[in-house]
Each structure stands twice: as C-alpha cells, then as structure tokens.
C-alpha cells in the first residue's frame, strides 16, 4: 500500500462507542420484570413512563431517586427513599452485562493503534456507581475519552454532545467512528460529518472498521 493510500485509509483517529445497547446488553425481561416488581406498575405503565421521562435522568436533571419519585409521582405512586433507591439500584445494575465480543472488539482496536472512546446518554448515578466499583466494570478503563450526557446537560441526538466529543478527542467530525443502536443518534452525528453506524453486533462492526483502516482489526 503506498503512503497516500494509507493515508486516505488512516484518516480516522478514535473509534467511539454508545454503551447501552453497543456495549452492554439491554437489559433481560427477567431484568426488567424486577422494576415492575419494585416499582408496584404494570409493565406497560412503567415502561411508557420511562420513555417520557429517562431524558431528563440521562441530562443530569435529576440523580435516581429524584428521577424515580418524580416519574412514578405521575402515576400516583408515593415510595420513600429506601424504596426509591431498591429501584435505582435495580435500574443501574440492569445495565451490566457487557458484551464480551464487543470488549474484545475495543481492546482489539486500541492494540491497533487508533484511540477508543465512549458517547452515552447516561445518568450520573452510574459513572458514581463505576468510581466506588472499579473493578466491576473494567471496560470504561479501556477508554482514552469518555463523554456522558450527564456531565454536561446534554443528550443524544442534541448536535452539542458530538461537538463535546469532537472537542474532548481534538480531532475532525471526519475522523471520529461512532456506533449507536439509536437510528436517530446516529443520523445527527452523520449530519455533523462524523462516520456512523447502526450498531449490529461487534463482528460487524470489527468488519466496518478494519475496512476503513485498511488492515484488519
């Protein structure tokens, strides 16, 4: 391969992944049965309220318990915070269970040479929850940047995450991959000029980047 075709090949920088969903399998039914369990709804109930209201956990507007309370609230349902934080405890711990192939996936690309990041719409009782058990979750080690919609305000697919991402990586829009299971996530960041993909599964996306590195991965 000459240099100005390993150039062109090389002009990505960081490699950048969502975490739940990408990372981390969503969450099993028996996983989820338990919140329904904790949280006294229907299924059917809790999960159109979560839908309604996550957002705003994501953005840092509320830590756990003020999320929980604020959105069972609008169901009727007063706990206290012991049973609030059950919930709390119960929601952040669904969220886990990392995928094997995806890890492997990540430490393969950052032995490549190229950098390794992480865009989540994530509440900050989980990056709190990761600090005080270090250990249980080494694959936030394995990144060079993380960004966290908590920390900043900001959620997916909001155009002022990705330039936090681009500024925090010190690269082009051009030079970041992403991968998102949200098709709206990844629609704005390939609006921006970032190379994003649907998420669908780790063998494909190890194909996706070895082919934009010119080298397999």
């Not at 996530?185 to 669908?200: M, S, T």
């Amino acid at each position: 391969m000459s240099s100005e075709q390993w150039e062109e090949v090389m002009s990505i920088k960081i490699v950048v992944f969502d975490y739940g969903g990408v990372i981390c399998f969503i969450p099993s039914v028996e996983m989820r049965s338990e919140l329904v369990r904790l949280s006294g709804l229907s299924a059917d109930v809790l999960w159109e309220l979560d839908r309604k209201y996550r957002a705003e956990w994501d953005r840092g507007t509320y830590d756990g318990i003020g999320h929980y309370r604020r959105m069972l609230a609008n169901a009727g349902v007063s706990l206290n915070d012991e049973s609030l934080a059950r919930i709390v405890r119960a929601d952040i711990d669904s969220w886990k269970h990392i995928d094997p192939a995806a890890l492997q996936l990540m430490r393969d690309i950052k032995a490549s040479g190229l950098r390794l990041g992480i865009l989540s719409n994530i509440p900050r009782d989980f990056p709190r929850d990761i600090a005080s058990h270090s250990d249980a979750l080494p694959v936030f080690a394995e990144a060079d940047i993380a960004v966290y919609s908590c920390d900043l305000g900001l959620i997916k697919p909001e155009a002022g995450i990705y330039e936090k991402l681009r500024e925090k990586a010190g690269c082009l829009y051009e030079e970041i991959v992403f991968f998102d299971d949200k098709v709206d996530n990844v629609n704005k960041a390939r609006e921006l000029g970032i190379q994003a993909f649907l998420w669908e599964g780790a063998e494909q996306a190890r194909k996706q980047v070895s082919g934009m590195a010119g080298a397999a991965i």
